[in-house]
T-cell receptor, first 114, second 113 residues
């Protein structure tokens, strides 16, 4: 069965600092990988996705993520965090060829200090 | 992408009652999904809403508790029946668009007293 682990429940960074959110997955084949962001009281917004090809993918709002097959990881990064980035971030994995069975990680809550 | 709306955005309900949540998409989609997000938790898939046939439920979720309708390719409803405080959650619908990507609605925040 597929699974996703986000080891950091809560991360606090200062505005302007760099950010890395960790995501490890377990899946038997080549997965589709996603990062979503959920602002307070909002639904989920897709930040970026990886299906194949270049292992470094660019997303919206200045985010990027790198797929590392050898480490089963898909970490999310941003070089300079803005106060508006404070939100909860979810990593998700799905089997290639179908978005039906998305499995979500437990989420990482990001706090941004002024 | 997709523009998805949900009604109501939030509600407070009494134990034993039922609530129907609506999900509207701005374009026709084949696959629509309903998720539950319990307080402080991640998302759990409830069911896949199939147009023209019964919904497909995930383990732990049953039709009697969460009946789903999908009358056309842009609309679906989820009913939370005979509610208890344990049903207090955010309920989100999502749709699958091109390139196997799911897009989510804003969610319905339900509190059961």
């Amino acid at each position: 069965a597929q699974s996703v682990t986000q080891p950091d429940i809560h991360i606090t960074v200062s505005e302007g600092a760099s950010l890395e959110l960790r995501c490890n997955y377990s899946y038997g084949a080549t997965p589709y990988l996603f990062w979503y962001v959920q602002s307070p009281g909002q639904g989920l917004q897709l930040l970026l996705k990886y299906f194949s090809g270049d292992t470094l993918v660019q997303g919206i709002k200045g985010f990027e993520a790198e797929f590392k097959r050898s480490q089963s990881s898909f970490n999310l990064r941003k070089p300079s965090v803005h106060w508006s980035d404070a939100a909860e971030y979810f990593c998700a994995v799905g089997p290639s060829g179908s978005a039906r069975q998305l499995t979500f990680g437990s989420g990482t809550q990001l706090t941004v200090l002024p | 992408s997709a523009v998805i709306s949900q009604k109501p955005s939030r509600d407070i309900c009494q134990r034993g009652t039922s609530l129907t949540i609506q999900c509207q998409v701005d374009s026709q989609v084949t696959m629509m999904f309903w998720y539950r997000q319990q307080p402080g938790q991640s998302l759990t898939l409830i069911a896949t809403a199939n147009q023209g046939s019964e919904a497909t439920y995930e383990s732990g979720f049953v039709i009697d508790k969460f009946p789903i309708s999908r009358p056309n390719l842009t609309f679906s409803t989820l009913t939370v029946s005979n509610m208890s405080p344990e049903d207090s959650s955010i309920y989100l619908c999502s749709v699958r668009k091109v390139a196997d990507t799911q897009y989510f609605g804003p969610g319905t925040r339900l509190t059961v007293l």
